[in-house]
């Protein structure tokens, strides 16, 4: 699949999939020869020098790297396909995103929304996140204490549960992001 270089920002709640998902995408459009890249805001965390904090100031801050991130990989590096999984909690900032990143960049941009439900977040903790908040160790969990605005306005919605299917896979979240990218 040839296409215009194009971002997939993947939304939700902490735990909620998005990088489980980046990374099954991130191997089926390489395996079939798309120039690929992945910017995963906990691993962008890990690599500045400048710790940022996870109030909306330092989730501005995070999704402002993240753009720079992105635009590096699309004009310099020539990837076809940027996935990006990031909590990004308020729409103005994927709303920024968008707006630099189409306009500056020109590339398909791609919201999707892992809609998992709070409750379905906290029992995969995976980073104990919810936890340590419960145990009041840390502040400002996005859903919780700080907000945290879905859109109904995203290209792709990966709702938890699905009447007609299920429970929502890791195959089928992928399959259905891959097809988008296909059509456009």
């Not at 997939?8 to 902490?14: D, K, P, V």
């Not at 109904?152 to 992928?174: F, H, I, Q, R």
């Amino acid at each position: 699949m040839t296409i215009k270089p194009t971002v997939i920002w993947l939304t939700g709640l902490s735990g909620a999939g998005k990088s489980s998902i980046a990374n099954a995408l991130y191997d089926k459009l390489k395996a079939n020869g798309n120039k690929t890249g992945i910017v995963d805001s906990d691993t962008l965390r890990l690599d500045t020098k400048t710790l940022v904090g996870f109030d909306i100031e330092g989730r501005w801050v995070a999704v402002n790297r993240m753009i720079y991130a992105v635009k590096n990989m699309i004009e310099f590096q020539k990837a076809e396909v940027v996935i990006v999984a990031s909590i990004s909690p308020l729409i103005e900032m994927r709303k920024q995103a968008r707006h630099i990143l189409t306009n500056y960049s020109q590339v398909n941009f791609i919201e999707v929304f892992v809609d998992t439900p709070l409750e379905i977040c906290e029992q995969r903790d995976v980073k104990g996140l919810y936890k340590k908040f419960r145990d009041g160790l840390i502040k400002n969990m996005s859903g919780i204490d700080s907000p945290y605005e879905a859109d109904a306005s995203v290209e792709v919605w990966l709702p938890y549960k699905n009447p007609y299917s299920g429970e929502l896979t890791l195959d089928k979240a992928v399959e259905i992001i891959y097809n988008t990218v296909e059509t456009i």
